[in-house]
């Protein structure tokens, strides 16, 4: 019987096969070593550098606003924005799936939100985000809470396994948020910042450059949230805004905003506004709007009273225009306070027949009582003596209208502000030429109005109208505005003039300015109640009741203009709704200046002939 035996195969094609797949293998390694380590070394490098160090933006501290005696207007305070890196509520990162959901479950009642938009930020689309803002400004309390709860999660994760610290991606970065001490206090001036930082009206708006400083930044080595203390950063610090001085006085606008809210509110008016300015200098020592906004709290505010109302609204003023056309008629030397107008009832020019805003026997006034009584009839005799034709008259009375101010800006520079409407003379309809005298078919705002009897009260020179005095920069030197444009409108002897014909509007008992008396002071001003055209409909509807003046008449030293819009109920002339506003902050101006009566008497000029 054959015995059988196993040969077996020679093992040396194996191993070269096994060889062979050995040196393939250990080549692809040694490839890809070689692309990593040489060809691509930078590049990933870069990638290592990028997700191992964070970069954050350090904000800069926005400068203050002050009024004029340095009171806080507007104010920056410390505060955190809230961040988080996304790819540190992964399930990698913290071995469970709903890390984001655990974690915006407490984040969501400390910052206000619901928990789904937290959810939302913290897993984000893009897997490889870092940085993820969560809210922006919140105060030190809200991220002492946080700090807190992610300190109590991180200890007792190290005694409890199951525990799983949710909060180690939360983090914060030191910002600073606008605060206004006197809540809605000048809110029309001042305007408010947006959640960018940034100015979103008024002076915040309009030098958020001076305001807003240059940014800064830094950046860490991080790991699992946390930085990496042996490794350094690089900072690059932050510059502070320049502070703000404004020329309004806190106590002189808070008499001007206190009296124009409750008069709108009693008149159940649309809006209305007080302007106060030094006559001397052109300073706006107060400008309040009604109604008016909180800007600590935009989310309550009404956008139709966001803006600053006084230099964004156009309006026909009304016989507070009057004054211009008397101050054309003087300097002209066509007629002088005592010249002799005899009034009708009624008077047909044009294509209409003009009436004044009662009925009356035929009056016999002189040029000053025309003023006086608020006579559109007088003004219309009274300016068409300007030329020899209608023609002649409406391009001299333009120019005038040009020279107070009218049809441009006022030079504040203000964000919205408007010039209102003055057509050129060879463009005003049959019934302009006759409306424009007494202050309807043209438009103005309130600083417009104002600065008009500021000319007459400094001598007859116009000074552009001004908000700021200066700035502070960090280094502490402080910067003076550039000095206001000076024009000559009218002589000083016809500004002396008019001063002593707007007297007869508020002391004689002719007048219809009696209700701005103040005793003891010599006061001139205008009373003003004009057809008011809605901006709904663009069609007349309503009144913009106004009066306007200065004190001490002989030495004038402020302006107050106020103007009240649509009142709907109880009186709606002018003299009896604004006329006490005008006593009421011009009396508390006059104080607080320490502005003393001159005790010279009045001139009293006749309003009437026989």
């Known amino acids: 019987m054959p015995t059988g035996r196993i040969r077996l195969g020679s093992p040396r094609p194996r191993l070269r096969m096994v060889g062979l797949a050995l040196t393939l293998v250990l080549a692809v390694f040694v490839v890809r070593l070689l692309q990593v380590q040489g060809v691509d070394a930078s590049t990933y490098a870069a990638k290592a550098e990028k997700n191992r160090y964070v970069g954050y933006t350090l904000a800069a501290e926005r400068g203050g606003i002050t009024d004029r005696n340095g009171v806080a207007l507007a104010a920056s305070v410390d505060a955190y924005d809230i961040t988080a890196d996304p790819t540190l509520f992964s399930r990698e990162q913290l071995k469970i799936d709903d890390g984001p959901e655990q974690a915006a479950a407490l984040l969501a009642p400390i910052l206000g939100q619901e928990p789904e938009k937290i959810v939302h930020k913290l897993r984000p689309a893009n897997k490889n985000l ?12 809200v991220w002492k809470q946080i700090k807190d709860l992610k300190s109590a999660l991180a200890t007792k994760a190290e005694s409890d396994k199951s525990t799983v610290n949710v909060l180690a991606g939360v983090l914060s970065v030191a910002s600073s948020k606008r605060v206004y001490p006197n809540g809605d206090l000048a809110a029309g001036i001042l305007g408010w910042v947006n959640a960018d930082g940034k100015g979103g009206g008024g002076i915040e708006q309009q030098l958020n450059k001076q305001l807003s400083g240059k940014d800064g930044e830094i950046r860490y080595a991080q790991s699992g949230g946390r930085q990496v203390p042996t490794v350094g950063s690089t900072e690059t610090p932050a510059v502070p805004g320049s502070d703000v001085e404004l020329t309004i006085d806190r106590d002189i606008q808070w008499a001007a905003q206190n009296a124009i809210t409750k008069q709108v509110q009693e008149s159940k008016a649309d809006r209305g506004y007080v302007i106060v300015q030094d006559t001397r200098t052109g300073e706006i020592l107060a400008m309040a709007n009604s109604p008016g906004f909180d800007p600590n709290d935009l989310s309550a505010a009404s956008s139709a009273n966001m803006g600053n109302a006084a230099v964004q609204d156009a309006f026909e003023p009304g016989s507070t225009a009057k004054v211009m056309s008397m101050a054309a008629v003087l300097e002209e030397g066509v007629a002088t306070p005592g010249t002799h107008v005899i009034v009708p009832n009624r008077l047909h020019r044009g294509d209409r ?120 920069g960090p280094d502490g030197k402080f910067t003076e505005a550039p000095k206001p444009e000076k024009n000559r409108v009218i002589s000083a002897k016809t500004a002396k003039t008019l001063a002593q014909m707007l007297e007869s509007v508020v002391d004689d008992r002719e007048g219809t300015g009696t209700k701005a008396r103040i005793p003891g002071y010599r006061v001139a001003g205008k009373t003003g109640t004009a057809n008011r055209v809605d901006p709904a409909t663009g069609k007349y509807r309503g009144y913009t009741s106004s009066f306007a003046g200065f004190a001490p008449a002989d030495k004038p030293r402020v302006t107050v203009y106020c103007a009240i819009q649509n009142a709907t109920q109880g009186n709606y002339f002018g003299g009896q709704i604004c006329g006490p506003i005008y006593k009421q902050v011009m009396e508390f101006a006059l104080k607080t200046l320490q502005v003393p009566p001159t005790g010279a008497k009045p001139a009293k000029l006749p309003v009437a002939f026989n």
Not at 130 to 141: E, N, V, W
Not at 361 to 366: H, I, K, P, V
Not at 402 to 408: E, I
């Open 130 to 141: 870092r940085y993820t803002l969560l809210a922006s400004r919140q105060t030190p309390q």
């Open 353 to 472: 027949l003009f009436k004044d805003d009662i009925d009356h026997d035929t009056w016999f006034l002189t040029l000053n009582g025309v003023l006086a009584k608020s006579s559109n009839i007088g003004t219309i005799l009274a300016t068409g003596q300007l030329g020899k034709t209608q023609r002649e008259a409406n391009k001299v009375l333009y120019d005038y209208l040009r020279k107070f101010g009218l049809g441009s800006y006022t030079g504040l520079g203000f964000p919205g502000e408007t010039p209102g409407i003055l057509a050129a003379p060879d463009k005003w309809s049959t019934s302009q030429q006759y409306t424009i005298p007494f202050g309807q078919g043209l438009s103005l705002n309130a600083m417009q109005a104002a600065s008009i009897y500021s000319t007459i009260a400094n001598g007859g020179v116009r000074v552009e109208p001004t908000l700021v005095r200066g700035t502070e």
